[in-house]
């Protein structure tokens, strides 16, 4: 089997999450307004969200399976870890180019509605995508074509490094996207179910964002 449906349904969603920066960037030279490329983020929310229902029954590790109280408590606890260290892994070596960030205020006030939707996104939808793309499809895909037969605790070496490292530098802050890459392919390996990374990445992102609407660090979004 090699890059067949069950890669692609996988790869799709991610791909359209990608796109959107690519448009942004030509509306941006195209002279539309920054304020008007904020809502941007809710298409490309709402077309990964779609996506996703789309292929929901093919997506076969996502199966609703009862976690036991230590996994869930497990996963929390990486979550919360993975955001302390997140806001504070930014010294200039740690950091990769420079994040427009997403501001959410108007004429200085928080559109809320804004915040509302960045939030959902991040912490809803983002987590899912992700980790179907990262763990579940790359580390596995890397070490075994036919991905879905490798039971993830069984993941080689290089599918856990590559994947990692390129999670890593898909951020800004590469070595706290690293760190997070880490932490959530070893709940992943370790929990055998896609649910407890992305239990852990909705409460790092769902924090994050969190924190920055109470202190307006805007970049770190």
Not at 125 to 128: A, L, Q, R
Not at 155 to 177: D, M, P, T
Not at 190 to 206: D, E, K, M
């Given at each position: 089997?090699?890059?067949?449906?069950?890669?692609?349904?996988r790869?799709?969603?991610?791909?359209?999450?990608?796109?959107?920066?690519?448009?942004?960037?030509?509306?941006?030279?195209?002279?539309v307004?920054?304020?008007s490329?904020?809502?941007?983020?809710?298409?490309?929310?709402?077309?990964v969200?779609?996506?996703?229902?789309r292929?929901?029954?093919?997506?076969?590790?996502?199966?609703?399976?009862?976690?036991?109280?230590?996994?869930?408590?497990?996963?929390?606890?990486?979550?919360?870890?993975?955001?302390?260290l997140?806001?504070n892994?930014?010294a200039?070596w740690?950091?990769?180019?420079?994040?427009?960030?997403f501001?959410?205020?108007?004429?200085?006030?928080i559109?809320?509605?804004l915040?509302?939707?960045?939030?959902?996104?991040?912490?809803l939808?983002?987590?899912?995508m992700?980790?179907?793309?990262?763990?579940?499809?790359v580390?596995?895909?890397?070490?075994k074509?036919?991905?879905?037969?490798?039971?993830?605790?069984?993941?080689?070496?290089?599918?856990?490094?590559?994947?990692?490292?390129?999670?890593?530098?898909?951020?800004?802050?590469?070595?706290?996207?690293?760190?997070?890459?880490?932490?959530?392919?070893?709940l992943?390996m370790?929990?055998?179910?896609?649910?407890?990374?992305?239990?852990?990445?909705?409460?790092?992102?769902?924090m994050?964002?969190?924190?920055?609407?109470?202190?307006?660090?805007?970049?770190?979004?």
């Open positions: 089997m090699g890059f067949e449906r069950a890669s692609w349904v790869v799709l969603p991610f791909a359209a999450y990608l796109a959107f920066f690519l448009v942004g960037d030509v509306l941006a030279r195209l002279g307004d920054a304020a490329l904020r809502w941007l983020y809710a298409l490309k929310v709402a077309l969200a779609g996506l996703l229902a292929f929901w029954r093919e997506y076969t590790e996502l199966q609703v399976k009862a976690m036991s109280a230590t996994v869930v408590l497990t996963a929390l606890a990486a979550g919360v870890a993975v955001f302390f997140w806001i892994l930014h200039d740690m950091v990769i180019g420079e994040s427009a960030g501001d959410p205020r108007t004429a200085g006030a559109d809320w509605p915040v509302a939707i960045r939030i959902a996104g991040a912490a939808v983002v987590p899912v992700e980790e179907l793309f990262w763990r579940s499809f580390m596995r895909w890397i070490d074509p036919d991905f879905l037969s490798l039971d993830p605790a069984q993941a080689g070496l290089r599918g856990f490094c590559i994947s990692v490292l390129l999670f890593g530098f898909e951020h800004n802050l590469w070595l706290a996207g690293i760190v997070a890459g880490v932490a959530y392919s070893v992943f370790r929990h055998r179910t896609i649910w407890s990374p992305i239990l852990a990445h909705a409460v790092t992102n769902g994050l964002g969190a924190w920055v609407v109470m202190t307006g660090a805007w970049s770190y979004w």
